[in-house]
T-cell receptor, first 112, second 113 residues
Framework: GQQLNQSPQSMFIQEGEDVSMNCTSSSIFNTWLWYKQDPGEGPVLLIA?????ELTSNGRLTAQFGITRKDSFLNISASIPSDVGIYFCAGQLNTGFQKLVFGTGTRLLVSP | DAMVIQNPRYQVTQFGKPVTLSCSQT?????MYWYQQKSSQAPKLLFH???????NEADTPDNFQSRRPNTSFCFLDIRSPGLGDAAMYLC????????????FGPGTRLTVL
């Protein structure tokens, strides 16, 4: 099935560093969602974006809905060890039932 | 308080032996989804229910079935599990509104021996 291009595929950073990851698509989406998944657990919703150009924060996390509606980015500031996990973006298609299309995931490792 | 609950968290079955995974929700959402997730990959949608209306993805094998007896509960039945069906199975729920974020349960890890 369709997947979004998400980059980077993985990141290994030092505690305290800022992190940036993004998703791009050839299709327009009307909603962008960012999830974090810990090993052996289900994805947890971090941020939801509903309008082109929207910039939303959730604590140390900031995400933006691209103005073209074909991309989104997620920034994590001052990373901590518990930020470790896989981050997925997901777009909702603008047709009929709003199915989620997932990105390929970014694996984040944080060194203390 | 848990909002999307999946039982069991770990399930072991034998090749060809039917297995049922369950999901319940306290959110009163009208849409429930089942996803399959294999290692390090994104979740893959198997099917969803909008209230009692069942919607199968085109590439979901016939081996996978689902039941939703009421708003709160949804079941995934795997009729004859193969080794390739070993995966994490995720249940999710949402409202059917424009702002309809999907909320996931913790998943059931299925092992097929």
């Amino acid at each position: 099935g369709q997947q979004l291009n998400q980059s980077p595929q993985s990141m290994f950073i030092q505690e305290g560093e800022d992190v940036s990851m993004n998703c791009t698509s050839s299709s327009i989406f009307n909603t962008w969602l960012w999830y974090k998944q810990d090993p052996g657990e289900g994805p947890v919703l971090l941020i939801a974006l509903y309008k082109a150009g929207e910039l939303t924060s959730n604590g140390r996390l900031t995400a933006q809905f691209g103005i073209t509606r074909k991309d989104s980015f997620l920034n994590i500031s001052a990373s901590i060890p518990s930020d470790v996990g896989i981050y997925f973006c997901a777009g909702q298609l603008n047709t009929g039932f709003q199915k989620l299309v997932f990105g390929t995931g970014t694996r984040l490792l944080v060194s203390p | 308080d848990a909002m999307v609950i999946q039982n069991p968290r770990y399930q072991v079955t034998q090749f060809g032996k039917p297995v049922t995974l369950s999901c319940s929700q306290t959110l009163n959402h009208n849409v429930m989804y089942w996803y399959q997730q294999k290692s390090s990959q994104a979740p893959k949608l198997l099917f969803h229910y909008y209230d009692k209306d069942f919607n199968n993805e085109a590439d979901t094998p016939d081996n996978f079935q689902s039941r939703r007896p009421n708003t709160s509960f949804c079941f995934l039945d795997i009729r004859s599990p193969g080794l390739g069906d070993a995966a994490m199975y995720l249940c999710a729920t949402s409202r059917l509104t424009r702002e309809n974020e999907q909320f996931f349960g913790p998943g059931t890890r299925l092992t097929v021996l």
